[in-house]
């Protein structure tokens, strides 16, 4: 490319990447725009009212039924994000430091994440329904005598399940920031007499913090939002704030409301994950 | 053979608590009695026999198979550009571009769903297919984007050059040089985006209105337990085309990877 001068390379960046970029931004600067404006005004039945008001934020702040399921949320997405990172490092440990085919354990890993979500949820319902298979299984075995009831329509369940379809995103992240790790960094820690557990906790596992964060945020951010988990395996004690937006903007149409919840769902969220972010920063500072 | 260590025991069993669920599906879906549950009554084929029959299931299909399709194309499409873009040019804001073409990968679902459906109602896009390929395109893009970035990625820069120095025309050179180098990207990025679209429900719960997509009939289903083996079975039909599909991807996004000289 030596032909051309920097400005029509620059041109050609912007020509070519245009698209892409005025496609999304569009797609994410004015829904958000229409969700703000829609906050501020109230609707009845079918009748949309454009008075400027901050009754939906106050509703929607007061009410004990809102502040539980966001709480909830969190709860779940935050547990979610530590079992999956938990459960899922020593896998990518395993692959990045143990595993003689890397590329066929990344692809077995992936695999699954490729079939439809809605599917592997439903899956989950049927293993741990009542008349479900665990409990037939079980039952079919001798363990138990009557099926478990705790199995279904739980927080618990909503948390396995969501750890189950989040597995490749934790594992991903941490297998990159595992494979970035120079040996010779490892075998200076051995020859300076760390033994293996102490070599793991002061030189791999700080330098896999970025990996972590990662994991954690992508596995949190889009969990806090997750419907389809809670609406097929979360009854009554597992129901998460976007299944209250869903009903704003279904049976109780009531938009407004649904855009203050959205809009409060996604400042929650960032909230948590600018938090989580700082304090992980600080403490990967402090161990270094 | 050394007796294997507690971390491979450990990696096994975790593969196993991927695989499994998904795999009771296909198991049950032959199963000759309409509980999903040991033991297994005998094995039959009926519940698949009983799909083609279905006139909302073959529509539902069809649906999916036209906003996939176009998803597919628009977003591949964009994402061989921009990849283009970002691999190749230098530019101010080239970053923050890409980081906002990635964005649509972490926004919560509800949240991308309920502001779209907003939005559209807004301009006067009433809930449709044309609603849904729309959104699908922007949750496909960030996965076509990073297909096509790498196959850019492995492409050697002066075989442009020759071809431009050989007397080529730019248009001539992208069809004749360009083209062929990254098709298998093109390929793996088109297949992987349509499984996307695909396999996509919230967002189609929103925006489809009255033209279900295929995960829209599916959760429509799950309800009734008198259809549970209908729906384990096109389930199970599902989940095949998306594994074959990205077993097929996965050839071409090597060979891609492959194929600088």
Redesign the interface.
């Known amino acids: 490319m030596g032909l051309l001068n920097p400005r029509s390379e620059a041109a050609k960046g912007y020509a070519l990447s245009a698209p892409a970029t005025l496609y999304v931004g569009f797609l994410v600067s004015a829904p958000l725009i229409i969700l703000v404006t829609y906050s501020f005004w109230t609707q009845s039945y079918v009748t949309l009212d454009k008075t400027f008001t901050l009754d939906n934020y106050r509703e929607a702040l007061t009410d004990p039924l809102v502040r539980h399921l966001l709480l909830r949320s969190i709860w779940i997405a935050g547990g979610v994000t530590i079992l999956t990172v938990v459960t899922a490092y020593p896998i990518a440990y395993f692959i990045a430091m143990k595993a003689r085919n890397k590329t066929i354990w990344l692809l077995l890993i992936t695999i699954p994440f490729w079939s439809s979500y809605l599917l592997r949820v439903f899956a989950w319902k049927l293993i741990l329904g009542f008349n479900g298979v665990m409990n037939s299984a079980l039952l079919g075995i001798g363990l138990i005598d009557e099926p478990l009831t705790f199995l279904l329509y739980n927080e618990f369940a909503v948390m396995l399940t969501l750890a189950h379809a989040w597995a490749p995103f934790a594992i991903l992240p941490i297998y990159v920031s595992l494979q970035k790790i120079e040996p010779s960094l490892l075998e200076a820690a051995s020859d300076l007499g760390n033994g293996k557990v102490q070599r793991f906790l002061r030189v791999t596992l700080p330098l896999t913090i970025p990996g972590i964060i990662a994991a954690c945020l992508i596995i949190f951010i889009p969990t806090v939002g997750d419907y389809v988990t809670p609406s097929l395996v979360g009854g009554s004690d597992g129901k998460m704030i976007a299944n209250l937006i869903q009903v704003q903007f279904g049976a109780a149409n009531n938009w407004p409301l649904g855009a203050t919840l959205s809009l409060l769902a996604m400042m929650s969220v960032g909230f948590v994950a600018i938090l989580f972010v700082l304090s992980a920063s600080g403490l990967g500072r402090r161990i270094k | 053979m050394t007796r294997p ?1 507690g ?2 025991i ?2 096994f069993s ?2 196993a ?3 499994l ?2 795999l ?2 296909p198991l ?1 879906s032959f199963n000759d009695g309409t ?5 297994i009554k005998g094995w039959t084929l009926e519940w698949y026999r009983q799909l083609g029959g279905q006139e909302t299931l073959i529509q539902a299909l069809v649906n999916s198979l036209g906003v996939g399709l176009t998803a597919a194309l628009v977003s591949t ?3 061989l ?2 990849a ?3 691999v ?5 804001g ?1 970053e923050a ?1 890409e980081g ?2 990635m ?9 991308v769903a ?6 559209f109602i ?1 301009i006067g896009i009433k809930p449709s297919l044309t609603a849904v390929i ?1 959104g699908h ?2 949750l496909a ?1 960030p996965f076509s ?1 990073s297909i096509m970035k790498s196959a850019f990625d492995d492409f050697d ?1 002066s075989l442009e ?1 020759a071809a ?1 120095d050989l007397g080529s025309g730019v248009i001539e050179t992208f069809r004749r040089v360009t083209l062929p180098i990254v098709s298998p990207g093109i390929i793996a990025s088109l297949l992987v985006t349509f ?1 996307v679209s ?2 996509e ?2 967002l189609a719960f ?1 925006l489809s209105g009255n033209q279900p997509t295929l ?1 829209v009939y ?2 429509s289903q ?1 309800r009734f337990p008198a259809k549970l083996p209908n ?1 384990l079975a096109l ?1 199970s039909l ?2 095949l085309a ?2 074959a ?2 077993v097929v991807a ?1 050839y071409f996004r090597r060979r891609s990877s492959k194929s600088t000289i």
């Open positions: 260590s971390l491979a450990y990696a975790y593969l608590f991927l695989y669920p998904v009771f599906l049950f509980i999903v549950a040991f033991p499409s964009m994402g550009f921009a283009r873009a970002y190749r040019y230098r530019f101010r080239s571009s906002l073409v964005l649509p990968l972490v926004i919560p679902g509800i949240i309920s502001s779209m459906l907003v939005l807004s729309l395109t922007f893009l984007v820069p050059e431009f499984t695909f396999d429900f919230v929103f995960p599916i959760w799950i729906t389930g599902l989940l998306s594994v599909l990205l996965e």
